[in-house]
Structures are given as structure tokens and as C-alpha cells.
């Protein structure tokens, strides 16, 4: 499912404009990533939890020259499914 599909679903579902529905779903990504951008967290309970994690600093090497190099410390967004969604896409 891509973003147009994911409009048009919640747009059905929710019973209101595909255009109301793409200003909800781009407020909801752009508070999320607002709040994963301070480093706090969104937990939506039955849901999950969208985090930051963090990556240590470690040596790795450059593929083409074999040089030792550092690979600087680096933040990534995490989701983390909640038990109500994972049993209901394991079909409990």
C-alpha cells in the first residue's frame, strides 16, 4: 500500500474527504517526526511506539582501499509493534 492508497483507505473508513484525510495523515507524520526529532517518543497503546535509536560510534572499513576509517555516532527512527497488532497480524 503506498501513500495514495493509505488516503483513499482512511478517507472510506472514516467516512470523510480524500483531501481531509491526506492534511490528517501529513499532520500525523509531521508531529511524529517533530517529537522523534527532540528525542522523545510516541507510544500508541495497542498500537505501538515510534522512538529515536541510537547507533554507537564504530570502526569500519572503506570496501575499495581496505583503509580503517570511524563511522560517527548516528540516531535512527525505531517502530515497535504493540501486542494488539502483532496479535492481530498473527491472526489471534
Known amino acids: 500500500m503506498n501513500k495514495t492508497e493509505l488516503v483513499e483507505a482512511m478517507a ?3 467516512n470523510i474527504s480524500k483531501k481531509a484525510a491526506e492534511e490528517a495523515l501529513k499532520a500525523f507524520t ?3 517526526a517533530a517529537e522523534l526529532k527532540k528525542g522523545g517518543k510516541v507510544q ?3 498500537f505501538g511506539t515510534f522512538e529515536v535509536s541510537t ?3 564504530r570502526e569500519g572499513r572503506n570496501p575499495q582501499t581496505g583503509e580503517v576509517m570511524t ?3 548516528s540516531k535512527a527512527p525505531k517502530f515497535k509493534a504493540g ?5 492481530m497480524v498473527n491472526g489471534k
Not at 83 to 87: G, Q, S
Open 30 to 32: 509531521d508531529t511524529v
Open 55 to 57: 547507533r554507537a560510534a
Open 44 to 46: 500508541l497503546v495497542g
Open 12 to 14: 472510506n473508513s472514516a
Open 83 to 87: 501486542k494488539a497488532l502483532k496479535d
Open 71 to 73: 563511522i560517527a555516532e
